[in-house]
């Protein structure tokens, strides 16, 4: 099941035993103290399901035909310090953290978070020796703490529309 990428819950789990219980004539109760009990004989966590790794199917050699043949053909056309690779990560400047330390009787709430963000692209070289110049995109055609600066050490540009649709996503 695991290899098609099938997913298990409790209620599932305990659903099936007392579809088997039943078909082998035992008389069985499945509750969250069986499952529990249940998980930890046969080493078995809930865990968050993270990534698309499973979304590609494993037995297509066309990406590593294309990786071997065609993008090594390329390339080799070009010197290490020609190839840039650059990529994009959103900054929330007004997030909090996530965790807090607080004594064990101490409750502690959270609040909600902040979707203000800036985006920022940043990009190097093959070699690692040149490094491209952060480019960030904000909302704000004037941000308030560049007020005075006579020069930046990054390129920024605002973009309000391309921000809002982002935060509708």
């Known amino acids: 099941m695991r290899d098609k990428n099938v ?4 209620p599932f789990i305990i659903e099936k035993a007392l579809q088997f219980a039943k078909a082998l004539g035992y008389e069985f109760r499945g509750n969250n ?3 529990e009990k249940f998980k930890r004989i046969h080493g ?4 968050v399901i993270s990534g698309e790794s499973k979304g590609i199917d494993d037995s297509m050699k066309g990406i590593e035909n294309w990786i071997t043949e065609t993008l090594s053909k390329t ?3 070009y010197k290490p310090e020609n190839i840039f690779n650059a990529d994009e990560t959103a900054l929330f400047f007004h997030s909090l953290p996530q965790k807090t330390l607080t004594f064990k009787k101490e409750k502690c709430f959270g609040g909600k978070r902040s979707k203000a ?3 920022v692209m940043l990009g190097a070289n093959l070699t690692g020796h040149q490094k491209l110049e952060p480019l960030i995109i904000g909302r704000s055609k004037n941000l308030r703490c560049f007020k005075g600066a006579k020069s930046l ?3 920024y540009y605002f973009n309000k529309k391309i921000l809002d649709d982002i935060r509708n996503l």
Not at 7 to 10: E, L
Not at 44 to 47: E, F, L, R
């Open 7 to 10: 997913h298990f819950s409790g």
């Open 33 to 35: 103290g069986w499952l």
């Open 44 to 47: 078995i966590m809930a865990k």
């Open 75 to 77: 390339l080799k056309v």
């Open 117 to 119: 963000r800036l985006i």
């Open 153 to 155: 050490e990054v390129d």
